[in-house]
């Protein structure tokens, strides 16, 4: 186990070590409660677009299932007929430029592995740069559009939003309900009372502190071919390796072990950079991955591995309520 996975272990099990790292925790809150008073009160300037931005992002470290519901947006707004594109800071790319409009073609090492994603799954326009408001300027002179999401930036106060939307892992929770680096916490736990919604992953129902939305697996695709396999091509009790460097790869090995077949599991950091030898796995069995890491692996897959594809089902009541903020910001 590696140091983040035993700092992240702890932030949630618990360890009296943590009670060492308080005055830490005390002055990151400091400064994190002051950049946002200080974005509030208009002392740094932020930049408002002259269509609504929807902020998709979460108050904890680790994954929450951002990236399917960035992808849920995406196509519940386009059935409405809204003209709807992205911006993300594109964590581990290397573009050219900034900003920069990804393209399905390009490489992950470029356009970064969650943007690159959204674009090849959905076409949406989409640019990375640290600073969104910036991306956000470059979309709008490219193309004619309704509204913006942006994938995570909640702390990102340099760009206005008009709705904000949290994310939280049922299963864990908020931790220790720490700030960084003494829990997980990105910022204060009373944060969450200022968002307009906060969305539950894995959660069974809705209830008066969010509405409830799963991740459903949907269908094997072959990294090779493109060619999609329902969830039974592999029969009950399969043997394989399980390949996941996202945020919270244990949801990723629980989900496979609900299929009834039988990961031998392999996390990676969050983000990781893959390699053949990395992945040169004994026995040889099937590899099945998660989509955000089989956009980095395409170029050196073998026959046998696949990915598989995720879709956020969010609840109804959830969907009602978008649609009655959509209609007020438009």
């Not at 360890?15 to 200080?38: I, N, S």
Request: proline share 8%.
């Amino acid at each position: 186990m590696g140091l983040g996975e035993r700092v992240s272990q702890a932030w949630y099990a618990g360890h009296p070590a943590l009670a060492l790292l308080r005055p830490l925790e005390a002055l990151y809150g400091w400064v994190v409660r002051r950049k946002r008073a200080q974005f509030l009160s208009g002392q740094r300037p932020a930049y408002r677009a002259p269509v609504p931005v929807i902020v998709v992002g979460n108050i904890t470290v680790g994954g929450t299932g951002k990236t399917p519901m960035i992808l849920w947006l995406i196509e519940h707004c386009r059935q409405r007929g809204l003209r709807v594109a992205v911006v993300s800071r594109g964590y581990g790319a290397k573009p050219p430029e900034l900003p920069w409009r990804v393209e399905a073609q390009q490489s992950a090492e470029q356009a970064g592995d969650e943007p690159l994603l959204i674009v090849q799954r959905t076409g949406v326009p989409l640019m990375i740069d640290p600073d969104r408001g910036r991306a956000v300027q470059a979309l709008l002179a490219a193309e004619p559009l309704d509204l913006i999401l942006s994938d995570d930036g909640l702390q990102h106060y340099r760009l206005a939003r008009d709705l904000e939307l949290v994310l939280i892992d049922a299963a864990r929770g908020l931790g220790n309900r720490r700030c960084l680096p003494a829990g997980p916490l990105r910022e204060p736990v009373e944060r969450l009372q200022t968002v307009d919604a906060v969305l539950y992953n894995g959660a069974a129902a809705d209830t008066e502190q969010g509405f409830a939305f799963q991740l459903r697996p949907s269908v094997l695709v072959n990294l090779l071919t493109g060619e999609r396999q329902p969830l039974d091509y592999f029969p009950a009790g399969q043997a394989m390796h399980a390949v996941a460097g996202i945020g919270n790869p244990q949801r990723f090995f629980n989900t496979l072990q609900a299929l009834d077949w039988q990961p031998q599991v392999h996390a990676f950091a969050d983000h990781a950079a893959f390699t053949p030898q990395a992945l040169n796995f004994s026995p040889r069995l099937p590899v099945v991955m998660t989509e955000k890491d089989a956009v980095k692996c395409r170029a050196f897959a073998k026959a046998d591995w696949y990915y598989l594809a995720v879709e956020a089902q969010p609840s109804a009541a959830f969907g009602d309520w978008l649609d009655a903020q959509l209609q007020r910001l438009l």
